[in-house]
């Protein structure tokens, strides 16, 4: 079975510049998450789809990333424009749902912003 | 504000000891608490979970204990092996199982 999977592994931008991170998660699962990883703060989260719908739209990260999910077997999160701060580990997972509590991560995009 | 906090960050254990990773939380909603392990260049998987109707759970050398009224869990993970060198992530959620608040993480690193 093919898990979650990720693209590209690794980017690095300028600041200033445009990025898509793509994800596509585990077939058949119906919710789909990206987090941001760093050492400091740990996972947090930046959006949460169930059946493609928008279900949360992280907070304090509304103005420059955006997430999308055009199908239930692809998702993409802009972020736009980048600035240093972004460098991080970004980290998309999903879920079957019916709140089974178990999320299958992929391997993660590492972005370095310059 | 960090709704789920754990410590230390690091710990560092001789094989075959236990390793004990605390975690407390400020959200009193929140009833579902599962715990992740991530290798390097991997994404964290789940690796053992507990309800709040429970006090414990044990699967294999890793037990949670979990203390509702002081909003305080740890991880044991007995007889620890150099294979259980990971970061570990305490979660917690309410109501929808899925949509988890992680704490930041404990690096542990067992040495032989």
């Known amino acids: 079975d093919a898990g979650v999977t990720q693209t590209p592994r690794h980017e690095v931008a300028e600041k200033g510049q445009t990025i898509i991170l793509k994800c596509e998660p585990v077939s058949g699962h119906n919710d789909l998450f990206w987090y941001r990883q760093t050492k400091i703060q740990g996972l947090e989260l930046l959006s949460y789809f169930r059946s493609k719908s928008l279900m949360e739209d992280g907070g304090a990260f509304k103005d420059r990333f955006k997430a999308e999910m055009l199908n239930s077997s692809f998702s993409t999160l802009k972020i736009q424009p980048t600035e240093p701060k972004d460098s991080a580990v970004y980290l998309c997972?999903?879920?079957?749902?019916?709140?089974?509590?178990?999320?299958?991560f992929g391997e993660g995009s590492k972005l370095t912003v310059l | 504000q960090q709704q789920v906090r754990q410590s230390p960050q690091s710990l560092t254990v001789w094989e075959g000891e236990t390793a004990i990773l605390n975690c407390s939380y400020e959200?009193?909603?929140?009833?579902?608490f599962p715990w992740y392990q991530q290798f390097p260049g991997e994404g964290p998987a789940l690796l053992i979970s507990i309800l709040s109707v429970s006090d414990k759970k044990e699967d294999g050398r890793f037990t949670i204990f979990f203390n509702k009224r002081e909003k305080k869990l740890s991880l044991h993970i007995a007889d620890s092996q150099p294979g259980d060198s990971a970061t570990y992530f305490c979660?917690?959620?309410?109501?929808?199982?899925?949509?988890?608040?992680f704490g930041a993480g404990t690096r542990l690193a067992v040495c032989p």
């Open positions: 959200n009193s909603a929140f009833d579902y």
């Open positions: 997972a999903s879920s079957l749902g019916a709140n089974t509590g178990q999320l299958y």
């Open positions: 979660a917690a959620s309410t109501g929808s199982f899925n949509k988890l608040t």
